[in-house]
């Protein structure tokens, strides 16, 4: 039990029965402190109060536990947090803080991180090609760590961290001709990655929903499949009726399977979890070398919307929750350019033009007339 010697407004000087020496206490940021003054002197001790409630009050005090956390303590943090939260995304978080963000970040103590320090980080991973929205993927780690070290405690305050301008949409889809060969070539790997192809071309669902899919996910007799709440990247059940192509596929993947069985298994029995091979001789055989998996979701989003199904309704099926990013899967081409010029001439080729008739017109503009 200490007894107290003297205090003042925002700190005091006590004792401590297992110490000769002369302790201070005061607040920062509503976080009690304790610090040993190595004094017995009370005058000294008092200076130091003075000066601990100084920097305090000048936004300069650091506190001696404070300025040993270090990254790698912060990034405890968020690991933690994003395994609370169940977070799908938590295994590619790992991965971008091993490879790149804990070379050369992770033996730093977190003051020691400055505003110039991440711009060399910055400078750095350009230089190796990284492109800007994994860069800024990457200084995500470590704006929720020091986030998360303020919330504790651990830190007082975190750097600038800049967010870099991203310009790098991709603008892949696959046209009716492509899919086409695109499906052939998919049969050929077998039964799952045709049936997968379909689902992921018509529905616009990422690779994971699907592959991750079990036989009591589907009723047949309704003819749907649906994601469970927690299934999803939005953490958001979702439930989606087949095309008649679909419906088939499926059908024949789910036959004589239990209710936990994988839809998606390969002849063997075991469930499908990575087939970079198996979409590498598809699209090479497809003649579409270069297409991502991730093409299927942009073309599924822009058919649905190319064959009138309301943007509500599409956005329901992809799983998209905000207008702005289902915007950037809608992608607009030279095809859909001229689908509304043709269409704009049907309405309107019954109109006089200047009190000509369309046959006049098209009659005056032919090589023949001209000349």
């Not at 990034?75 to 295994?91: C, P, Q, T």
């Not at 750097?159 to 086409?180: C, H, Q, W, Y």
């Not at 929750?321 to 010029?341: C, G, H, M």
């Amino acid at each position: 039990m200490s007894t107290k010697r003297s205090r003042r407004p925002r700190g005091s000087i006590y004792t401590r029965p297992d110490s000769p020496f002369l302790w201070i206490a005061y607040s920062c940021n509503g976080r009690k402190i304790r610090e040993n003054t190595k004094t017995t002197n009370e005058r000294k001790a008092q200076k130091l109060l003075d000066k601990r409630i100084g920097e305090i009050a000048e936004d300069r005090f650091v506190s001696l536990d404070i300025s040993k956390t270090t990254i790698e303590e912060l990034w405890k943090l968020v690991e933690r947090d994003y395994h609370i939260n169940a977070r799908k995304s938590g295994a590619t978080l790992t991965q971008r803080w091993q490879k790149h963000v804990k070379p050369f970040f992770g033996f730093l103590k977190a003051n020691q991180i400055s505003s110039d320090l991440v711009g060399r980080y910055v400078d750095s991973r350009l230089e190796a090609k990284a492109k800007p929205a994994t860069v800024n993927r990457e200084l995500a780690i470590l704006r929720r760590a020091f986030s998360l070290g303020m919330k504790t405690g651990k830190v007082l305050g975190k750097p600038e961290i800049p967010k870099l301008t991203e310009n790098n949409r991709r603008t892949g889809f696959v046209d009716s001709a492509e899919r086409k060969r695109l499906s052939s070539a998919c049969a050929f790997e077998g039964l799952w990655m045709r049936a997968w192809f379909e689902c992921a071309v018509t529905l616009g669902w990422r690779v994971s929903e699907l592959l991750n899919l079990r036989v009591k996910q589907v009723d047949l007799a309704d003819r749907s499949i649906r994601l469970n709440p927690g299934e999803t990247k939005n953490g958001e059940g979702r439930l989606a009726f087949l095309t008649d192509e679909a419906y088939l596929l499926i059908r024949a993947c789910v036959h004589a399977k239990g209710p936990d069985d994988y839809v998606f298994t390969r002849q063997n029995g075991k469930p499908v979890k990575n087939f970079r091979g198996a979409w590498e001789k598809a699209t090479q055989a497809a003649e579409v070398s270069g297409l991502l998996v991730h093409d299927l979701r942009r073309t599924g989003v822009r058919d649905m919307i190319r064959k009138g199904i309301p943007q509500s309704v599409a956005m329901q099926i992809s799983g998209h929750r905000t207008v702005s990013v289902f915007q950037r899967y809608n992608i607009t081409d030279e095809s859909d350019l001229r689908l509304a010029a043709q269409r704009m001439s049907r309405d309107i080729a019954a109109v006089p033009v200047f009190g000509h008739d369309s046959v006049t017109l098209t009659t005056a503009a032919s090589p023949a007339a001209v000349n």
